[in-house]
Each structure stands twice: as structure tokens, then as C-alpha cells.
């Protein structure tokens, strides 16, 4: 679940009973109490986990082989998602093949957006973060890489206060961890680009971003966004971009010139 606007927004199914029945439970998080729910009844399989992003919610629906799943519809039914402000869904997709292979024989049980815009989901037991993107065209999520973590599959959060931390458990021994997801080489050597020009995390900094082919592949922060306040940036924190437009503003003329408009 993910806390919201003073509420605990969960993800709640029936799992291991069949027919598979889920639906979404809200508490107060000063109070505890149960105060709405919205069922999706017999719908889209059980939905293990869920999640605000752009401006909609998202959802995992498992669906396993054996106990707990239908005769005919295996792990590779396990679906993904989109949902508009009353829950009426707009896209959803599957997962890639290398990446329920893994989940094999349950499913999807954790899943979280990351703050550079990727899509990331565990099974159900393996050390492990599958880190995807939405596909441009098609129904097939798109496997980005496989990230060894210290969990055991189930649930993950990210801590967006600017820690980089991600939350996972595991559940044999009831422990909760917090540790920052391994970076690539390219997304260590930009780190170290940042540290070198901004080593003073208590002065003014910057938010950096690197992007290939349209895609996100690095976005990062370092410093503080207030004197006054002290307040640290994050990837999340609202800039003035200044005279930077300037360019893009220039180019978009002469585009609209070119093309007589």
C-alpha cells in the first residue's frame, strides 16, 4: 500500500481462495480507521500490489500455477494495470518472458514506481527487482535490466525524501530492509560527475538528468533548494528552468516559421 493525503491506500485480495476477488481498503493514518474501499470483485486476478504514478493508479493482478490460481490461466495471465481517479481502467500489459520466468510458478508481489520513471516489481521469493518501462507500442512490458537486492521477494516502497532508499522485507525472519538500489556503471560515473561539481551538500546544488533514446536513464540531485530553510533537493523538486528555455523557445520559432505557421 502507499500512504496518500492522510490515508493508507491497500491493496487487498482473497488469495488463496478461488474465484479470485480484490479490491482496494483506505484507513486514516492518524486514526486507523477503516474509512472506504473500492471492489473489483471477480475481475482481473488478485491484486498484490498498487501504486500512485502520473496522475493515475496503478495495479499488479497475480495469477499463479497451482494452488491459488486457475486451472487455465497460468502465471503468464499476471497483468499490470492503469486506472483513472474512480478506478475505470484505461491500458493494462503483461510481463516479458525472461521476467515471469523468474516469477514462476507464483507471480508478481511487490511493485513501485521509481523516481526515474521506470516500473519496478519482485515475485515472490527471489533477491531480486525487476526494473521495467512501459512498451511504444504493444502489450509486452519491457525488461530494463534484473537487480539483485537483499529481500526475498514481496513488497517494496521507495523513500522519495531524497535517501534513495528502497523498502523490501523478508518475511522468513521478519525483517524489514532499507538499502539503495545498485546503480549501473553509466549511473556511477554521473554520480561522481555530481559529487565533483557540487561537493557541498549544504549549498546550493542542481538536479541533473540523462536520457537516451526518450528514455530515462539517470536523474539525481545535489544540494539544497532553500538557504533559508536548508530544505535538500530532490529529483522531485519543483525548479526554475530560467533562461535555459530561452533555446528551446528559439527553436520552437523557427520550427513554426519553417512550416509557415
Not at 538528468?209 to 540531485?221: F, L, P
Amino acid at each position: 500500500g502507499i500512504v496518500r493525503d492522510g490515508k493508507l491506500i491497500c491493496a487487498h485480495s482473497n488469495h488463496s481462495d478461488l474465484p479470485m476477488t480484490s479490491s482496494v481498503e483506505i484507513w486514516d493514518t492518524e486514526t486507523l480507521q477503516h474509512i472506504d474501499s473500492h471492489s473489483f470483485g471477480i475481475l482481473y486476478g488478485s491484486l498484490t500490489w498498487m501504486d500512485r504514478h502520473d496522475g493515475y493508479w496503478w495495479g499488479g493482478f497475480a495469477h499463479y500455477d497451482g494452488n491459488g490460481g486457475y486451472p487455465d490461466r497460468d502465471h503468464t495471465y499476471t497483468t499490470v494495470v492503469k486506472f483513472d481517479d474512480d478506478w475505470r481502467r484505461i491500458e493494462s500489459w503483461v510481463f516479458p518472458k525472461e521476467v515471469l520466468d523468474r516469477f514462476k510458478p507464483h507471480s508478481t508481489s511487490g511493485g513501485a514506481w521509481g523516481p526515474d520513471g521506470r516500473l519496478y516489481c519482485t515475485g515472490h521469493d527471489r533477491p531480486e527487482i525487476y526494473a521495467l518501462a512501459l512498451p511504444k507500442a504493444g502489450s509486452i512490458l519491457r525488461h530494463i535490466r534484473t537487480i539483485p537486492f537483499p529481500i526475498e521477494g514481496q513488497a517494496i516502497a521507495f523513500d522519495f525524501s531524497g535517501t534513495n532508499l528502497v523498502y523490501g522485507i523478508v518475511r522468513r525472519q521478519d525483517k524489514i530492509i532499507a538499502a539503495p538500489l545498485p546503480k549501473t556503471g553509466e549511473q556511477a560515473a554521473i554520480d561522481t560527475l555530481l559529487d565533483e561539481a557540487f561537493p557541498n551538500p549544504e549549498a546550493p546544488g542542481a538536479i541533473a538528468m540523462a536520457m537516451r533514446d526518450g528514455e530515462i536513464v539517470y536523474i539525481g540531485a545535489r544540494g539544497i533548494a532553500n538557504t533559508e530553510t536548508g530544505q535538500q533537493l530532490t529529483p522531485d523538486t519543483p525548479t526554475r528552468i530560467a533562461s535555459a528555455s530561452n533555446q528551446f523557445t528559439a527553436m520552437a520559432v523557427l520550427v513554426l516559421k519553417e512550416r509557415q505557421q
